[in-house]
């Protein structure tokens, strides 16, 4: 008893619990957790008229590893690469660098740029598997501006962590408790803070009476996220479970380094994956979204005075190499920060595999080729092991099929509640099979 | 629409002015979100996310600590309880009603005020501690929606039957964000609350009373940072290599410059509006000096200084502001620069460009300047449309580079800074500043800007005639911002609310009614519709 109330005791999770697998509760069955991320990136990957420089030429498993995607061999075997699908915007315009990515996420074309007609299905997943974790989701955003495309009115976006400090202070911060501390005692404060949280509460019903629709979706986003820092209080005074895997990272300092120039953009990714990475060793989020860069990326090569925006457009392809030179190279370069990311999720050991064989990464941009805004064949990847249920290291080809087809995939790896998942032309009740197990 | 959050800025200025300056703010607010052209309008549209509620409470908690601390707490705590060990509703209860008003921009209600004495009676007997009690109920304020909204309220007009008005407080909190940023002080208050600021005489003795104040700097200053897109300078960057000079305090200082010459030339000097483009007063600081190169002399942190002619600047076009948050992060950009003069001043905005357009033609030159490879843009009518009116003006200013500094040449080329709209010739940045200095559609756009700021909603044709009136109204004073402000905040369209969907025209309640609202204490929430 602390302070009048009753404080319930977890049971911490220890090697000797796990099945001979290592993959499973042996008393329970229950299998570890899975985590599940989004992972954007702006500007896609290069497809010029006389061929693409990422989507491999064999289909399923063995598939060749090609130009732009050389970065992600490490970790071959855990992703799926998932090329030709396309975006189908029932008779509505294409929003540049909006469309492809406001439409993996909603499953629903978006009428016009900076909304979307639906909540982004990460917020589903979290809604399904992340609780139980001091945080419900983590958002992320690795290039300085605060980009982030999880939404569950359509209008408000989430708020992402700018830089590697701002996530260290968000995680490992104020309020983070040690799942490994030998002395761990519930902080009374803890208790009466949540006592200014009730005032609110109670007045719910008069607040709601008499406001109109798109007000009462902003008064609910409210009280969703007063719920969420309810529930943060909550898990904070329970005993947290042992957590082998967690190794609380050394402070950071607050560097000041505001650069978009892409060798800072991927540093800070790498940094923010490693304690991401951590986070969920920790037991602190199940869920994220990762934003590497915007949609109209302006990441740019230290020194040079074009953007990798202007490049995409301005760019002539090259008449003996056939495609763009410089395009092309940013792609690549920006594909390293995803195969760092995938790398520094695979190095943290959990029972007899890594973090990334427990979690389901879905990782996409805004256009297929960028040059003419395409919303065909935008790059989508999932990584991940997703517990034993993603069947990895295959090319899947979409042939034009709806990109929420992988959309549905993904959540359902993850473990979301979900049948069907889309709307108009875009609706699916088809997840990527092939790669299920 | 009626609900909407406040800004950082109105946060800010809400706390400085319900607890006094000295209040420690130390949090990091969710973004804002543009729309039509203004932060103020897309932000009716947002709500607050997990992470922002995580700000908002971990401010509540130091705000309401800082309150009570045991060397401070004098300052704010205006009775001393009975026994520090044990509750004392009578004391909590004079500090909720002061700040609450203040916070609420309205009197709480006697709920409201109950369970605040719940939390504080509760805790402290929990803790034996009267402060810790006083803490938690006055944090309770602080993450309350209706502090963090802005709960704009109708009612039935009784000058115009069928229609509505906004309520008494809800009109005061209007005025008071449009012309201090900030919640009402306590003698707007006064004046709603019997409803005297329906009164047009009492209502314009008030605005002129805030509009002498100084906190008019602070509206004045939310404006134009909105109007002028500052928030971009948050996560603006620039390529060291290729500008060593730019850093954050460059960045901090750039924002500051041109709110200092709108304040001083506006508001101290109540001059023509115009003037912003073609001004060469300005004031710069020791960070400023190196870009603008112009040796700095003053020993104060900031200095007047008057440019040159040949300097080639020109109001705040010219400043870094403008130059370097509407350019790449190792480029100037003509074309971006065109399209913000055209959408930030002319409240005229430049379509996206098609999804597949074909830019085979822009090709990329590593020779020569900028205008060459924009005259592709002329050379295909699909471009041409838009282009022939965002090109010129960025054209215009190519004698600034990538952050703002004067250069003559481009790849040791002479940049040409000649250019044409609509067969109008002009020559480089004051050329320019002169044009829009004679263009109607200038004070017209900061009118609309203005009332759309205020009211939180883009405008339509019902308002066009109101806009008209208040335009002429503005060149009648000779385009002073001041009396702009003024005819607006007390202009009954300004307040004019319509009727939501489904609720059909207003009834005015009977006296039993209110009588009855009054008691129970449920005060008639009314959405506000938006007009489109």
């Known amino acids: ?437 | 629409m009626s609900v909407r959050r406040v800004t950082e800025s109105q946060y800010r200025n809400i706390i400085r002015d319900t607890f006094g300056p000295g209040m420690q703010l130390n949090a990091r607010f969710e973004p804002e979100l543009r729309e039509a052209g203004l932060q103020s309008i897309g932000n009716a549209q947002l709500s607050i996310t997990t992470s922002g509620f995580e700000q908002y409470f971990a401010l509540a908690k130091s705000v309401a600590g800082q309150a009570v601390d045991e060397k401070k707490r004098a300052e704010f705590v205006s009775c001393t309880p009975a026994d520090q060990k044990t509750k004392d509703d009578a004391c909590t209860r004079i500090v909720l009603e002061r700040y609450g008003k203040s916070l609420f921009r309205r009197p709480l209600t006697e709920a409201e005020i109950a369970s605040r004495l719940k939390i504080a009676s509760d805790a402290t007997a929990r803790v034996a501690n009267y402060y810790e009690g006083l803490r938690l109920a006055i944090a309770s304020l602080l993450v309350d929606p209706e502090f963090l909204f802005r709960v704009e309220e109708a009612e039935p007009d009784p000058a115009n039957p069928g229609q509505y008005r906004l309520d008494a407080y809800s009109k005061a909190s209007r005025i008071s964000f449009l012309l201090w940023d900030s919640a009402p002080d306590d003698a707007l208050l006064q004046a709603a609350v019997n409803g005297d600021i329906h009164v047009n005489a009492i209502l314009k003795a008030q605005v002129a009373r805030m509009i002498a104040s100084p906190k008019l700097k602070d509206g004045a200053k939310a404006f134009f940072t909105d109007m002028l897109q500052f928030e971009y300078f948050d996560s603006l960057t620039k390529d060291g290599a290729t500008y060593p000079k730019y850093s954050q305090k460059v960045a901090d200082s750039a924002r500051e410059q041109t709110l200092r010459t709108l304040m001083d030339l506006l508001i101290e000097q109540n001059r023509d509006y115009r003037d912003i483009f073609t001004t060469n007063e300005t004031f710069i600081n020791r960070a400023l000096a190196p870009v603008y190169k112009v040796p700095y002399l003053s020993r104060q942190e900031w200095a007047r200084y008057t440019f040159p002619d040949d300097a080639e600047r020109s109001g705040i076009l010219t400043q870094i502001t403008f130059l370097s948050l509407f350019s790449h992060p190792a480029a100037s950009s003509p074309t971006k620069r065109g399209i913000k003069v055209n959408e930030i001043f002319k409240c005229q905005p430049t379509p996206e460009p098609p999804a597949d357009v074909d830019f085979s033609k822009v090709q990329a030159l590593d020779k020569g300047t900028v205008r060459t490879r924009l005259l592709a843009h002329k050379e295909n009518a699909g471009c041409a449309v838009c282009h022939r009116n965002s090109d010129p003006p960025g054209l215009a200013l190519e004698h600034f580079d990538g952050i703002g500094q004067l250069r003559k040449l481009e790849n040791g080329q002479l940049i040409d800074v000649s250019a044409e709209i609509n067969g109008t010739q002009f020559s480089g940045a004051q050329g320019l500043g002169e044009m829009l200095r004679n263009d109607k559609k200038v004070p017209e756009c900061l009118v609309r800007n203005v009332f759309a700021y205020g009211i939180g909603r883009t405008t339509s044709y019902k308002d066009e005639d109101y806009l008209i009136d208040e335009t002429k109204a503005f060149a009648d004073n000779g385009y002073r911002f001041k009396d702009l402000l003024i005819n607006i905040a007390t202009s009954p369209g300004f307040f004019k609310a319509t009727s939501p969907v489904g609720l059909g025209p207003a009834k005015l309640p009977t006296t039993a009614q209110a009588a009855t609202q009054h008691a129970t204490e449920v005060r008639p929430r009314i959405a506000l519709e938006k007009t489109k």
């Not at chain 1, 701002?166 to 104020?174: D, S």
């Not at chain 1, 202007?310 to 410089?326: K, M, R």
């Not at chain 1, 991940?384 to 080809?397: D, E, R, T």
């Open chain 1, 1 to 437: 008893m602390v302070g009048g109330a009753a404080v319930s005791v977890g049971i911490p999770t220890l090697d000797c619990f796990l099945d001979g697998n290592g993959k499973a509760y042996a008393d329970t069955g229950a299998r570890l957790p899975i985590r599940f991320g989004t992972y954007f990136w702006g500007l896609g990957l290069t497809d010029t008229p006389a061929g693409s420089r990422w989507v491999p030429k064999t289909k399923g498993r063995d598939f060749d590893i090609t130009p732009e995607l050389i970065s992600l061999i490490p970790v071959k075997d855990k992703i799926s690469v998932c090329s030709g699908f396309r975006v189908i915007g029932d008779g509505r315009p294409n929003a540049v660098h909006w469309s492809g990515h406001a439409s993996i996420l909603s499953g629903i074309a978006p009428l016009r740029a900076g909304q979307m007609d639906g909540p982004s299905f990460d917020t589903s997943i979290a809604d399904a598997i992340g609780v139980g974790t001091r945080f419900k989701s983590i958002e992320v955003s690795a290039n300085g501006k605060p980009v982030s495309y999880s939404t569950r009115t359509g209008r408000s976006f989430a708020t992402p962590e700018p830089t590697p400090f701002a996530l260290y202070q968000r995680l490992f911060g104020q309020g983070f408790q040690d799942p490994n501390s030998p002395t761990w005692q519930p902080d009374p404060s803890i208790m009466l803070n949540q006592s200014v949280l009730s005032g609110v509460t109670e007045q719910r019903r008069a607040l709601f009476a008499q406001v109109g629709k798109s007000d009462q979706v902003k008064l609910d986003q409210y009280f969703t996220s007063l719920r969420e820092m309810e529930n943060q209080l909550a898990i904070q005074l329970q005993r947290p479970a042992k957590a082998e895997a967690c190794s609380i990272p050394s402070a950071l300092k607050d560097l000041p380094m505001k650069s978009a120039s892409v060798d800072v953009i991927n540093a800070n990714s790498k940094a923010m994956a490693r304690l991401l990475a951590m986070a969920m060793a920790c037991n602190q989020t199940k869920v994220f979204n990762f934003v590497h860069t915007p949609g109209q990326s302006e990441t740019y090569i230290a020194g040079d005075s074009k953007i990798y925006h202007q490049y995409t457009h301005d760019e002539p392809t090259d008449a003996t190499l056939g495609y763009q030179i410089n395009t092309s190279k940013l792609a690549g370069l920006v594909m390293q920060a995803l195969g760092d990311f995938l790398i520094e999720m695979n190095a943290i050991k959990e029972g007899a595999g890594t973090l990334l064989d427990n979690m389901v990464v879905m990782a996409f941009s805004d256009t297929g080729y960028a040059k003419i805004h395409s919303i065909e064949n935008i790059p989508m990847i999932i990584a991940g092991g997703a517990g034993g249920k993603h069947k990895g290291g295959q090319h899947i080809a979409g042939n034009g099929d709806p990109v929420t087809r992988v959309s549905l995939t993904a959540q359902q790896l993850a473990g979301a509640p979900v049948g069907e998942f889309g709307s108009g032309a875009m609706k699916t009740a088809r997840p990527i099979t092939e790669i299920m197990a």
